[in-house]
């Protein structure tokens, strides 16, 4: 379970709004899934293409959008559609969205953008090498540990979607305890170990 969403405040003091470490634990996240309720499945994909496309255009820049936030919560959004993402698919029903009205049915096609939008956003893209927006100023290193969660299940989810025919991939993952933080969560390891 994601601790409370951390005020997030302006220079001057000023709250701006809530951000927390799962998908769609901010206001960005939240104002995105209201938006795409509202939307008709055109709309939704113009919406999702535009954030995912900015993303790729703007790698060390993310201030021509809302941020990293919108950013990990547009991938969500497309993984909920893909056979990995019924988790995800799941949260967005808990946050009392119809998910067939938030996510398109030809998300399928938007899968390879979201990924790279979201290891953008994560700091693991190699036009970009560095920790990513999305694992900038968290609170404590425990809320900055469950961010990095939610980006690397994200990631595996679009991983395992991309190679869904691969006899050869591991059915476990590695996850990201603290005890294994010299691995990264997204190594797979053998089942049984």
């Given at each position: 379970m994601a601790p409370d969403n951390v005020a997030v405040t302006s220079p001057g003091g000023k709250l701006v709004g809530r951000r927390g470490?799962?998908?769609f634990d901010s206001?960005?996240?939240?104002?995105?899934?209201?938006?795409?309720?509202?939307?008709?499945?055109?709309?939704r994909r113009q919406t999702l293409e535009e954030i995912l496309r900015r993303t790729s255009d703007h790698l060390r820049d993310m201030s021509w959008r809302k941020g990293p936030s919108e950013?990990?919560?547009?991938?969500?959004?497309?993984?909920?559609?893909?056979?990995?993402?019924?988790?995800?698919?799941?949260?967005?029903t808990s946050r009392g969205y119809d998910t067939a009205a938030i996510v398109v049915p030809e998300a399928l096609t938007l899968a390879d953008d979201a990924f790279a939008a979201l290891l953008i956003a994560a700091g693991h893209d190699a036009r970009a090498p560095r920790d990513g927006a999305w694992?900038?100023?968290?609170?404590?290193?425990?809320?900055a540990l469950q961010a990095r969660r939610t980006t690397d299940e994200l990631a595996a989810v679009f991983y395992r979607y991309q190679h869904r025919h691969d006899k050869e991939l591991p059915l476990e993952?590695?996850?990201?305890?603290?005890?294994?933080?010299?691995?990264s969560p997204l190594t797979p390891r053998a089942p049984g170990r």
């Open positions: 470490p799962g998908a206001d960005d996240a939240l104002d995105l899934l209201g938006t795409l309720a509202e939307q008709d499945a055109v709309h950013i990990v919560a547009a991938a969500a959004i497309v993984a909920a559609w893909l056979p990995p993402g019924e988790a995800i698919a799941r949260e967005i694992h900038h100023g968290w609170a404590d290193s425990q809320t993952w590695g996850d990201a305890r603290p005890s294994q933080s010299a691995s």
